[in-house]
């Protein structure tokens, strides 16, 4: 404290404006004076020196903090400190400021634990879903390499080896998809669609691997139905619901879309009558990289993830409900207004 020029000067002001004011009043006065000018200072150098203790326990605390490395250190220093109050005044203010300070600075370190075990898990499951279709592809252009075998055997490899291909590309596309809207790198650029324009956008692609397994689609809808939404987006998360459902649907099978518009919200059902999805998997199926119990072998597991973190930006919610063996029922809604 005595280090503190502020004080000392503080101090030094005082005593001499006690001198001064003895010095200034008569012989009779100047005992009480001194004694009541004495006290005063007395008073004034415990209270300053009880701000002064206070400010250097918070000081120490903030070192405390600047040389705490673990997580759950932080976590008890801050508890412990947190324990003791002061009473409304400025140093009040200051311990609460301290203490928020102390506060973003522990759920900041939380996130970022949490952002690293994502981040950890992602990479795992990556280079799982990476490893499978790699192997195959390996086998396969070994077996290419025999120059005896069969040109039907060589054509249904060379066939294999382009569906593997084609897999791989659409798991790093969607990922770097991903990637840019969790990074909020992606401006959705929201307007007026026609919902039937959108839709046959989304099931263009589709339309020849739904023909080979002979399966049907059935679009109902008000042809002047509109949603507010980004078309190409939306349309990528329609198509990865449909491709969905496609997989859970057996040769023969269909998939039908129907959709209307009122004026709080715009919907679209898509649903399928394939092997269904387990209950106990409902939950889960938006989660990246989870794969229910009737997934197809082709799965990923990251198609659902994407379709429902783009409606999310959009304002909008998907629900889902399905019975086994009977199908599944995807229901979107793009709402006109913030809810």
């Not at 200034?24 to 020196?49: D, H, Q, R, T, W």
């Not at 311990?95 to 300070?101: F, G, H, Q």
């Not at 949490?114 to 499978?132: E, R, V, Y």
């Not at 897999?167 to 929201?190: F, H, P, Y």
Request: aromatic letters at 8%; one cysteine or more; hydrophobic letters at 40%.
């Amino acid at each position: 404290m005595i280090r503190n020029k502020e004080l000392v000067a503080y101090f030094i002001t005082i005593l001499i404006l006690s001198i001064v004011s003895g010095i200034c009043m008569g012989e009779e006065n100047k005992l009480p004076a001194y004694a009541f000018l004495g006290l005063i200072l007395i008073i004034s150098v415990l209270f300053n020196v009880m701000r002064y203790v206070h400010i250097k326990k918070l000081s120490e605390y903030l070192i405390k903090i600047q040389n705490l490395n673990s997580h759950e250190e932080l976590k008890s220093v801050y508890w412990n400190m947190s324990l003791k109050s002061y009473s409304e005044g400025e140093l009040s203010i200051l311990k609460t400021e301290v203490y928020k300070v102390t506060r973003m600075l522990i759920e900041q370190k939380e996130r970022l634990l949490a952002d690293k075990t994502f981040l950890a898990d992602s990479l795992a499951d990556i280079s799982h879903q990476l490893k499978t279709p790699l192997t195959s592809l390996t086998v396969m252009a070994d077996l290419l390499e025999e120059r005896e075998l069969p040109d039907e055997k060589r054509a249904e490899f060379t066939q294999n080896i382009h569906v593997q291909l084609n897999r791989i590309e659409w798991l790093v596309s969607t990922l770097l998809k991903m990637s840019k809207l969790d990074a909020g790198t992606i401006c959705l650029n929201l307007r007026n669609c026609n919902i039937k324009k959108l839709t046959d956008r989304a099931f263009s692609h589709l339309l020849i691997p739904m023909e080979l397994k002979n399966q049907s689609l059935i679009v109902e809808g008000d042809i002047k139905a509109g949603c507010i939404c980004d078309e190409n987006w939306t349309a990528e998360a329609i198509a990865n619901i449909a491709k969905n459902c496609m997989e859970h649907t057996g040769d023969g099978g269909y998939i039908k879309v129907t959709y209307d518009e009122n004026a709080i919200y715009s919907k679209i059902v898509i649903e399928d009558n394939g092997i269904g999805i387990d209950s106990e998997d409902l939950p889960h199926i938006f989660e990246r990289f989870y794969k229910g119990k009737n997934s197809s072998s082709d799965s990923v597991g990251i198609g659902l993830a994407f379709a429902r973190q783009i409606i999310a930006m959009e304002n909008g919610t998907i629900d889902v409900s399905s019975i086994i063996n009977s199908g599944t029922r995807f229901e979107i809604r793009l709402y006109k207004t913030v809810v």
